[in-house]
């Protein structure tokens, strides 16, 4: 900001010895920008300390009062059970989310990044998913593969002269349903962010890889994914994460079932806290969870640094 | 366009690339046919059942397209559920969100596009990083600390949740728009002895529509679905909102396919209606933020 003052040339004449300061003010910018941090920190920043405390605690949601019970929360977590399932369904969940998200939508976005009569009504429509509740979401897909005739994939398999199956009562059908339906939702994320990557990418590169000869899909491979390496990255992030967090469509569509086959981490935190009452148990959940997004955050932009060098 | 210079004679080379470009439209349109198939066909699924009337929801075996399309389920789950309710509640709490959002985000973006100070670019990439702390990290706190504040069960603790959520992304947005007002507007403003507030509130505001478009509209569809925190937070039959009363309420009956269909007709109607109408500014708005970041 300020360096461009630096460089601008100063004038020869005396009257004007200082080059002109730009239009910034250095005080009073407090007033402006102190609510919205307050507000901010106090809903975000706030909590997410307060909940590591809970996490410590022995706090229920049943009865008051909370005595400090160290990390035992945390030891009851890593000798749960259903742990490693859980886990193993949260990494499968997430993985296969993130790269069908990624994989299509940026295919999508090549797609919509052509020129032809008619892209920008079908740019319009490729969004619509992302405008949709996550809870109609789950609920139109539990309609779609009811365990009956009545819902309109069994409609199609006994047209097909297959079987009916009970979609949602199957594990592997259940998991994959989910993971559709999630990546269903997620798709346009990464139309809007990847078409607007697509954007910055200069012309000239296009022209140069078409005088060097470049097949296509060679321009793509060479030019186009390189190019989007930045905001593929952020897109990666933001995917995990909001997979990682996400709770809406597998509370809604499966609730964990069946026999925890579908149960995410997340939807344990909820059932935990919020079915047992178990804050504190709960909160180490969400701390864990916390933990979980960081690391992989850090992973990402580890991979993009060595990528680049 | 090559109509006008070609004459009826075309060379072989023009001919092949012809039929080149035509191969690759026939290609563009069957891959776009295949997208919208994968979105709209879903949804068309529910759109349909919803004009279909209770008889032919529940005949096997099951026809795609309404015998005799009706709008009775509208109104049988508008008049005998509580879905009606649910909408309303919807609308207050994401509406004063939208307008707590807007009103300390457009002071802070003003802040942080006319000001330099120490730290501002960490400030601002901090604010992101919060925008990304999940609501399901924070629940349990969220819930312990709205009991602190005798605020469960109440729509102010949505809209306070939801405006902190939405804050920094509208921040980003609308420093990216007002960074693209050019700052002779202040200084002139300045110069007629406007004050700092002053000219924010009469010359840059009323300048900064699409920015503020973008930036409501994204707040809107952000609280509007949203469904762990008003779950816990908020989940009495009065003051539930959509997502929380559908599934809690709806979840209970899942044989009642044709308040089903209906129902979620109507809670994604209004976003999508200002999706439409936010379209125009949404692009461009988030172009400047995305580009600014």
């Avoid at chain 2, 015998?67 to 509580?82: E, G, H, I, K, S």
């Avoid at chain 2, 089903?260 to 209606?273: G, H, K, M, R």
């Amino acid at each position: 900001m300020t360096t461009t003052t630096r460089h601008r040339p100063t004038r020869v004449s005396g009257d004007a010895p200082q080059p002109k300061r730009r239009w910034t003010a250095r005080q009073g910018h407090a007033y402006f920008i102190g609510p919205a941090l307050f507000f901010v920190l106090l809903f975000t920043a706030y909590p997410a300390l307060y909940g590591v405390y809970i996490s410590f605690t022995n706090r229920n949601l049943g009865y008051s009062g909370e005595r400090f019970i160290g990390f035992d929360n945390y030891v009851r977590l890593f000798n749960w059970e259903p742990l490693p399932t859980v886990l193993t369904n949260t990494a499968l969940f997430v993985g296969a989310v993130v790269i069908l998200q990624l994989g299509t939508g940026l295919g999508i976005a090549l797609l919509l990044n052509q020129k032809f009569f008619g892209r920008k009504l079908v740019r319009s429509i490729a969004i619509v998913p992302w405008i949709v509740p996550g809870v109609i979401i789950a609920i139109m897909f539990q309609q779609i593969f009811g365990a009956s005739e009545l819902g309109i994939a069994n409609a199609i398999m006994v047209r097909l002269g297959f079987d009916t199956q009970n979609w949602l009562a199957d594990p592997t059908l259940a998991m994959t349903i989910m993971i559709l339906s999630v990546a269903w939702r997620g798709i346009p994320l990464t139309i809007i962010l990847q078409l607007g990557g697509l954007q910055t990418i200069p012309k000239d590169l296009y022209e140069a890889a078409k005088l060097d000869g470049a097949k296509s899909w060679q321009t793509l491979w060479h030019v186009v994914i390189p190019s989007l390496r930045p905001i593929l990255l952020i897109n990666a992030i933001m995917a995990t994460s909001g997979t990682l967090n996400h709770i809406d469509i597998p509370l809604t569509l499966t609730g964990g079932g069946p026999a925890r086959a579908t149960e995410v981490i997340s939807v344990s935190l909820y059932q935990q806290g919020f079915e047992l009452l178990d804050a504190g148990y709960a909160a180490s959940i969400g701390t864990v969870i916390l933990v979980l997004n960081l690391v992989l955050t850090l992973v990402y932009l580890r991979i993009w640094s060595e990528r680049r060098s | 366009m090559s109509a006008t210079v070609s004459t009826t004679y075309q060379s072989p080379a023009i001919r092949r690339r012809k039929a080149r470009e035509r191969r690759k439209n026939i290609l563009l349109y069957g891959l776009c046919a295949v997208v919208l198939a994968f979105v709209l066909g879903p949804l068309s699924w529910v759109i349909l059942g919803s004009l279909k009337p209770p008889a032919e929801i529940f005949r096997t075996p099951l026809q795609f397209l309404p015998d005799a399309p009706t709008l009775q389920n509208y109104l049988d789950v508008m008049q005998r559920t509580d879905l009606g309710r649910y909408l309303t509640n919807s609308a207050i709490v994401a509406g004063g969100a939208l307008a707590i959002t807007l009103a300390l985000a457009s002071i802070a973006a003003y802040g942080f596009s006319r000001y330099d100070f120490r730290f501002k670019q960490p400030i601002l990439v901090g604010m992101l990083v919060l925008q990304l702390m999940p609501s399901t990290v924070n629940v349990v706190p969220l819930y312990v600390m709205m009991n602190g504040f005798g605020l469960l069960n109440t729509r102010t603790a949505l809209v306070l949740l939801y405006a902190a959520s939405s804050v920094p992304f509208a921040i980003w947005i609308l420093k990216g728009f007002f960074d693209t007002l050019p700052r002779s507007l202040d200084e002139a403003a300045s110069i007629d002895g406007a004050t700092r507030w002053y000219t924010f509130v009469r010359v840059i505001l009323p300048l900064s529509l699409p920015g503020l478009s973008a930036a409501a509209f994204l707040s809107f569809l952000a609280s509007w679905g949203e469904f762990l925190i008003p779950l816990v937070v908020a989940n009495s039959r009065e003051i539930a909102v959509m997502s929380v009363g559908i599934y809690t309420f709806f979840g209970e009956e899942t044989a009642a396919y044709h308040y089903a269909f209906s129902a979620s007709v109507l809670a994604t109607a209004p976003a999508v209606l200002l999706y439409i109408f936010a379209q125009k500014y949404l692009m461009s708005g988030l172009a400047q933020g995305a580009e600014k970041g």
